[in-house]
Antibody
């Protein structure tokens, strides 16, 4: 069964870094054509694409957030990690990781999401 | 302000047909980039509905269909059912002088009356 599961802190203090982990099951990030992205959704608001990493190591970042984001993959653990620096209360959101495979740029499988609150 | 514009809400009675529009520009939909659609029941993760403008992945009922013309796209739902009540998002790719990114619409809340 293909699944993605996000994990990370529920609460982060402003200006502290946020590290989120996406654990992949049922597929490998090393498979040719496989990509994983991070998307977030502030409470009551729309989805916002953050970053993407491809099987070959290519990385892509949101234009507005690229100075604060780092995406990486740990192939031995089959995980994708997103780090966000200098957090702010506006970064409070549900963070999703999603797979991109077989449907061009479509996010075909999503994790259940993890809620992150940035507050002092 | 989302790069792709959707109506905040639409509604319809059971059995009716509704459409949800997604308006972009020459740097995204109008540039020929594909449009995708997702359904999100509140409190759950989005579900993949449409790819390549008008294609359904396996398991998505044929009551859902997509179309694209110029700088806009639409999602149509026929034979509306209570379980279709959800938020719907369009997605595409945007390439401009400021960079290239994947973008979502602001979302449309569908209410089944």
């Amino acid at each position: 069964q293909v699944t993605l599961r996000e994990s990370g802190p529920a609460l982060v203090r402003p200006k502290e870094p946020l590290t989120l982990t996406c654990t992949l099951s049922g597929f490998s990030i090393n498979t040719t054509g496989m990509c994983v992205a991070w998307i977030r959704q502030p409470p009551g608001k729309a989805l916002e694409w953050l970053a993407r990493i491809d099987w070959d190591g290519d990385k892509y970042y949101s234009t507005s957030l690229k100075t604060r984001l780092t995406i990486s993959k740990d192939t031995s653990k089959n995980q994708v990690v997103l780090t966000m620096t200098n957090t702010d209360p506006v970064d409070t959101a549900t963070y999703y990781c999603a797979r991109i495979f077989g449907f061009k740029d479509a996010f075909d499988i999503w994790g259940q999401g993890t809620i992150v609150t940035v507050s002092s | 302000q989302s790069v792709l514009t959707q109506p905040p809400s639409v509604s319809g009675a059971p059995g009716q047909r509704v459409t949800i529009s997604c308006t972009g520009s020459s740097s995204n939909i109008g540039a020929g980039f594909d449009v995708y659609w997702y359904q999100q029941v509140p409190g759950t993760a989005p579900k993949f509905l449409i790819y390549g403008n008008n294609n359904r992945p396996s398991g998505v009922p044929d009551r859902f269909s997509g179309s694209k013309s110029g700088t806009s796209a639409s999602l149509a739902i026929t034979g509306l059912q209570a379980e279709d009540e959800a938020d719907y998002y369009c997605q595409s790719y945007d390439s401009s002088l400021s960079g290239s990114v994947w973008v979502f619409g602001g979302g449309t809340k569908l209410t089944v009356l």
